[in-house]
DNA sequence: GTTCCGCATGAATCGATAG
DNA sequence: ACTATCGATTCATGCGGAA
């Protein structure tokens, strides 16, 4: 390719092992995602086995580093398969390997999932928690903390009810720079900052594709580590839940999807959105390779 | 050594590395610990540095899968340290090492603490989860998961206060098998059955001793892969939450302590809790090595 | 006896300072 | 430069004392 380009507010159709080396280097400010799972989600990818998941991951997780500017942050939401009666080692084997190429494994938060996956097994009970990886590429990055400021007391149970009544679209469309702040002061010393466990609920919605993660999950990484403008990529889109949630909080997003009818489906509930902000995406910005600075 | 001797509802006072050889095979039902973690007990621990965990833990890892009887189950209660500012990869180094010594990764609960340590730093938030790994000898183990069934609605916040309040010793001494099914019945109520995501808070009361784990959680453990009678092994006693939860629940309990003052400090508390038991420990039995049936 | 408030106390982590 | 120590930051919990 003699130029790499990137188109925001857009969803690349393809495979992202083949989309990725045609963006620019360091061209976006956060990564969410969250990849098939080992064996899962056969019919629109290929099924990746668990031995072979590392392997088959690596290269994918080398091109989110160029791709990444250098205070991003990358978001790898995955959970470890049972495997024959065991968990599966692939995800912290490829924990180990990712730190290998650079990146730096710099926190593990976990996302309780309320409402999981019901069942009943001898050996075990329901699965109710992820790992969101949270790797970087300098010990240094941009993490706005205040963003996901959230009431005194109980975060996890009350945070859910006002988050997704008020606190969406609306909020964030004011003055952001110490947006969070002014409303600690605001309150007073009624807001804390939160930990690294996340309680969420599953979505149930849609029939046609696999659970996936909430609405809510892209967007407290998407405030905590990006400011108004920025880019959010998801090279995993699925139905387009990560960029519905840049949407709705003013960030351009970047979705890179294997499966037409997901990228269809995806397009659909975000023109349902907002139609202006995907027909300027014809109009994005192209950056020349090597000429950045 | 020319025979081997397992004293039960007794604190051994040394290293588990040297106490550990001298038990039998295949004596304990459970084991339960909470080792020091890399680099923190300073003063009681030698202090283990993240780089020379593994090579510290893999000894005695070996030994516990000796004494575990094949049924067992080893629960491992461990965090990654920060250090440098990112995650150590000691962890979930040692779970790959220990898979390789035969143990079984069967599962990884996840303990979510209610009150974390407090603390504001720019690239994290306040570490709030600890892992409970699941080690077993074989795919096929005892586990009684009606022992830790919940009322239907939300097992998370409603579990803690009854729990700590009237559900300790008391409704422990009745008849043990099934108890849960049982009391489901008497009560009328739906009763459940939990995750895998233990919401417990950390003990700040006692002040001599950093509080480890809360008393809950290895009461539920116990609970879920224990019946009564059944032996249950603590290599890192500390102060001894292992042995009381044990004999609240009417388990046998073996700890093994470096510190003197810990082992005192426990024995004292295991004392005023039920002097007989104690005192039984002076007559428990011994199994000669390969005369065991 | 309740309820309410103040206070000490953590298996923490970072950045600065000192050796 | 590299390591060891110390101060600052922060909040859920359970206690004791007070209303």
Redesign the pocket.
């Known amino acids: 390719m003699s130029e790499q380009r990137l188109r925001t507010n857009f969803i690349y159709h393809g495979d992202c092992r083949e989309i990725l080396p045609t963006f620019p280097d360091e061209c976006v400010d956060l990564i969410v995602t969250s990849p098939p799972y080992a064996d899962r989600r056969k019919n629109t990818y290929g099924g990746v086995p668990p031995e072979k998941y590392v392997e088959w991951f690596l290269p994918i997780s080398a091109e989110l580093k160029r791709v990444l500017k250098p205070t991003g942050s990358f978001i790898l939401n995955i959970k470890e398969r049972v495997v024959n009666g065991e968990r599966g080692t692939y995800v912290i084997e490829l924990v180990l390997e990712m730190r290998k190429q650079g990146w730096l494994w710099t926190e593990d938060y976990c996302w309780h999932k309320k409402n999981c996956y019901p069942g009943k097994w001898p050996n075990r009970f329901r699965d109710a928690w992820e790992h969101c990886y949270h790797f970087t590429k300098q ?2 990055f941009k993490m706005y903390q205040e963003a996901v400021m959230v009431p ?2 109980d ?1 996890a149970e009350k945070r859910l009810k006002k988050l997704s009544q008020t606190d969406l679209v609306r909020d964030e469309s004011r003055s952001k720079s110490g947006f969070g702040k002014r409303v600690a002061n605001w309150l007073g ?1 009624e ?3 939160p930990t690294n466990v996340l309680h969420l609920a599953t979505e149930v919605s849609n029939k046609n594709h696999s659970a996936v993660f909430p609405l809510e999950l892209p967007m407290w990484f998407i405030r905590l580590f990006t400011q108004e403008g920025d880019i959010v990529l998801d090279p995993f889109m699925g139905s387009g839940t990560t960029a519905r949630a840049a949407l709705k909080l003013g960030r351009q997003y970047v979705g890179i999807e294997l499966c037409k009818e997901y990228v269809e489906l995806a397009n659909r509930t975000l023109q349902a959105i907002q139609p202006s902000l995907i027909a300027e995406s014809q109009t994005s910005y192209t950056v020349p390779k090597r000429k950045r600075k």
Chains 1, 2 share one sequence.
């Open positions: 010990k240094v005194m007391g975060w010393r807001w804390v900052y």
